[in-house]
Structure formats: C-alpha cells, structure tokens
C-alpha cells in the first residue's frame, strides 16, 4: 500500500492541525482533524481489506495489418472497486486513443475493454497487466501484477496479384498446370519470358516481318495442385512471407490446391478458407532461412528474398515480386534481359544457385515497397 497525491495531502493537514492544536488548543480544531483522521484510518483499512481482483483474457481475434481488434478481460471481484488498468502492449500492435490504460470501476461480471491496432507481422504479446485500486476518496492505493499474457496472430501483408502483368501470371499459372507437349494446339507471337524451346522456328523463318512465334500446348484439364517454397536472407523475412501469403491467396482463388515449404516446416496442399488461414498463421510466424535442396527442386514456386530484391521463379522464369503484383512494372522491364538476347550476352547478370541449378538474375537496385493500394485482407 502507499499514499496517493490526495493521500499525502490530507495526512500534511492532519499532521498541521496537531501542530496548531499543540501550539494553540484543540477545542476549535477538533471539528476539522475528527473527520480527516476518520477518513484517513477508513481509507487504510479499506485499502488493506480489498481482495485481489482476479481477470481471464478473452482470446483476441487474428488480422492483417491495419485491422483493429478488441481486447476483453473477465472481471472477478467481491465488491465494486475503484483501479486503474493497465495492460503492457509489445511491438506489433498499439493501443487506440491510449485505451489501454484505464481509469474504471471493476464491477463483478462486467467485462472491461479496449481497442487495439495491428501493425506488424507476426505474434505479439498482450500484457503482463498491473491494476491500482484506491479507496472511495482516493487516499490510499493498492498495486496488483499480473504475470498472465494473452497474444494476437498479426498475417503478412498480403496483395492482390490480379492487377499485375498478365503474362506474369500467366507464367505463374503455367508452373503448375498441367500441359501434354505432344498435344499441339495453335501458334501465338511471342512474349518476354516465352521458353526458347517453344518457339517454332520454322513457321518464325517464314514471317516477312521476323516475328518470333510459340506454339501453345493443350491443358490436360485439371486444375492443378501447388506447393510453394519460401527462403530469405536475414532481415527479409517480411518481405518473403509477404510475397509467399499474395502467390498463395491468388492461386487459391484459382481453385489451386497449395501447400508451402519454409525453414520452419511444410504444410501439404489443400485448398479452402480454414486452410488459407492455416497458411497466413504459418507466414506470421516465419522467420528467415534457407529450404533444402530438395525441397528448392520440388516446389513449383520458389520465392526468394534477398539484398536485390523479392523474386518469384515459376518453372524456368524468373519473375520481380514488384512486376507480379503490377508496381513499378516499367522499371523492372527495363532491368529484365529478353531471354532471345540473354544467348550471346550475359553482362549485368549474377549466377544464382538454385539446387544446383545455376539461374541468370539481373541486378536490381530496388525492392519491393509495400504500396497498399491492391492490399487485401482475406481470400
């Protein structure tokens, strides 16, 4: 127990009114000191008699970024009291208007409280809490810790990809989808990022205007199941989960069976919304690292996240995270070798080791900022 302001206050007036007492007589003084000494004795005991209030945390629901959530806490207490609540937020999230700290009265089976705002990936402690009671007047308080924490599920941030380049998502599509090349069925003009192995070179030799063209094979038909595999650098972890929840949130609606591969552990491919969730509460916990070799050779999509930047590899094409969701896509294109040309110059490229696989990126500069104008919050 200590004294409040007030408390000290009133004990000072007591102790000068001794004082004037001792020095004067205490006939007159004694309609003043009587009711603060009674007040003053009331308000030690009162404090010393109050019993621990006791609180259950009520589980607080996941989000994205940006989301508000409300944080409740059961309230178990004798008598009505008068405290101060006070509950400790950790990074990752922050209170609303300062709600919470709060000036209340506890009152048995009345729950208290407060919003909160998600702001960055990943689970974020909520408490340890501590609560100050006072008496009725404010003279005496009582502080109570609470060791006991909830926490809050924050997801990546995760983008529409619908708006990028459509031959990236095409491209993207394409890795995962069946197709039988021996099943021909037309011929189109060529595309950056088109598979030398698929131009027809005679029908191209044959075009007066030398426009490379490739031939399209058929689909087998079936949708197609994907399973993605994400590694970053140290400090990149947001940004590889970020780019692993967009591919993922797009292809499963697409009706693309997915499942991921992180340092952390795997989860097997399944589609629906519990499994979405399943697949944005394992990238808020992601950290960084590498995936084996022959997880990298397996998976369909490999996302990487390094110093250059956010790269998606989707079968033989190497496709910048910022092209894909269709941000700064005219710069990329201009930091992009055509892949014809890529034959007889490779200047300005770095070999990366892919499971033993040696892929060409171009040096990027610039890394993918996280514009939320094609933000979204659920598939």
């Not at 404090?47 to 629901?61: D, L, M, S």
């Not at 960055?120 to 924490?149: C, E, N, W």
């Not at 491919?269 to 519990?274: I, K, N, S, V």
Request: with cysteine.
């Amino acid at each position: 127990m200590k004294l409040t302001r007030r408390g000290w206050v009133v004990l000072g007036l007591i102790g000068f009114c001794l004082l004037m007492a001792a020095e004067y007589g205490s006939r007159s003084l004694n309609a003043v000191v009587a009711p603060l000494v009674i007040v003053f004795v009331g308000a030690l005991v009162t404090a010393y008699r109050t019993k621990r209030p006791r609180f259950q945390r009520r589980p607080v629901e996941e989000g994205y970024p940006g989301d508000r959530r409300t944080v409740e806490l059961g309230v178990d207490v004798g008598a009505a009291t008068t405290a101060t609540v006070s509950d400790r937020l950790s990074e990752g999230v922050k209170p609303v208007d300062g709600g919470n700290v709060m000036e209340t009265t506890l009152i048995d089976g009345e729950a208290l409280s407060y919003e909160i705002e998600l702001e960055g990936r990943g689970k974020h402690a909520i408490g340890p809490m501590t609560v100050t009671v006072t008496d009725i007047f404010g003279l005496v308080s009582r502080r109570f810790r609470y060791d006991q924490t909830g926490s809050v599920v924050v997801y990546p941030r995760v983008y529409d990809l619908r708006g990028g380049a459509k031959h990236d998502l095409q491209l993207l599509e394409d890795a995962i989808r069946a197709y039988d090349r021996e099943e021909f069925d037309h011929l189109r003009e060529y595309e950056r990022g088109d598979s030398l192995r698929d131009i027809h070179w005679k029908s191209a030799a044959k075009r007066p205007d030398d426009e490379l063209v490739v031939k399209e094979f058929a689909a087998d038909g079936s949708v197609g199941s994907a399973t993605l595999a994400g590694e970053c650098i140290p400090g990149k972890d947001d940004e590889m989960a970020m780019a692993l929840a967009s591919v993922a949130t797009y292809l499963l609606r697409q009706e693309v069976s997915v499942g991921l591969s992180i340092s952390e552990g795997t989860l097997e491919a399944e589609t629906g919304e519990r499994h979405h969730l399943e697949l944005l509460r394992a990238l808020a916990l992601a950290g960084d690292g590498e995936v084996d070799g022959r997880t990298r050779r397996k998976a369909d999509v490999l996302i990487q996240a390094d110093a250059a930047g956010i790269f998606v590899m989707a079968g033989e094409h190497e496709i910048p995270f910022d092209r894909l969701r269709g941000v700064d896509t005219a710069r990329s294109q201009d930091t992009q070798t055509d892949d014809v040309s890529t034959q007889s110059s490779s200047s300005g490229t770095q070999a990366v080791a892919d499971g033993g696989r040696a892929t060409e990126r171009p040096n990027h500069s610039h890394e993918g900022g996280e514009t939320p104008s094609n933000e979204v919050r659920s598939s």
